[in-house]
Each structure stands twice: as C-alpha cells, then as structure tokens.
C-alpha cells in the first residue's frame, strides 16, 4: 500500500511557474513509476508527464512539453512537477499516482497505476 500527498498547487499568473511535490509513504518509493495526471472542470483526466522508477526515462503530453518537467528523488520519496510558462488552460486539479515499476502497461493512459493522490489545485489567470 501506498499513500501520496500531493502540494504545491496555487493560484498563479498567465507565465509563472509552479512546482508540485507528491510525498509517497508506504511501501518503497523506487518499487513505482510515478505519473502526473489533471482533469479540470467538465473534462476527462488526462496525462500529463510520467518517470520510471529510477528517473532515468521520462513521458510527456505533447500539451505540456518544453514546459512541464518531472523529476524524483527516491531517497526522498518524492515526486516532482515543475511548471514553467503556465497557461490559463493548464487550470485543472493535479494527481500524481504510482504503478509497480515492472508494469508493463502504458505511462500515458490511467489503468495501470494502483495508487493516487487527492489532488492539489492549480488554477492560471489571464
């Protein structure tokens, strides 16, 4: 079992920049891949970067990238997701979520990953 805390979230300005942590307890934090998820209001979730467990390959959503960049320190048991050039449609709650390394299943989609956080807000104001 694994619990993850997500922070970080605010409300920010249409070019700022914001970095979201997700603390994970539990069992061993390099046992998981972790992603970063959003859903914002009326719409479905959607991925947005993903990292393998040692941090050596990471994913990212074509909406996100040269922006987002994530990162981990398993010796911290953390996940990172930061935020640069924000955008008002970049407004959505953020989820981080984990799935067992040896998952072979994809980074982009949500099926595979066992464990999720409650979410922190982020919103961009033009």
């Known amino acids: 079992q694994v619990q993850l805390v997500e922070s970080g979230g605010g409300l920010v300005q249409a070019g700022g920049s914001l970095r979201l942590s997700c603390v994970a307890s539990?069992?061993?934090?390099?046992?998981?891949?972790m992603g970063w998820f959003r859903q914002a209001p009326g719409k479905e979730r959607e991925f947005v970067r993903g990292i393998n467990w040692s941090g050596s390959s990471t994913y990212y959503a074509d909406s996100v990238k040269g922006r987002f960049t994530i990162s981990r320190d398993n010796a911290k048991n953390t996940v990172y997701l930061q935020m640069n050039s924000l955008k008002p449609e970049d407004t959505a709650m953020y989820y981080c979520?984990?799935?067992?390394?040896?998952?072979?299943?994809?980074?982009?989609?949500?099926?595979?990953?066992?464990?999720w956080g409650q979410g922190t807000q982020v919103t961009v104001s033009s």
């Open positions: 539990g069992r061993t934090f390099s046992s998981y891949a």
């Open positions: 979520a984990a799935k067992d390394k040896y998952d072979g299943s994809s980074y982009y989609t949500g099926t595979g990953y066992k464990y």
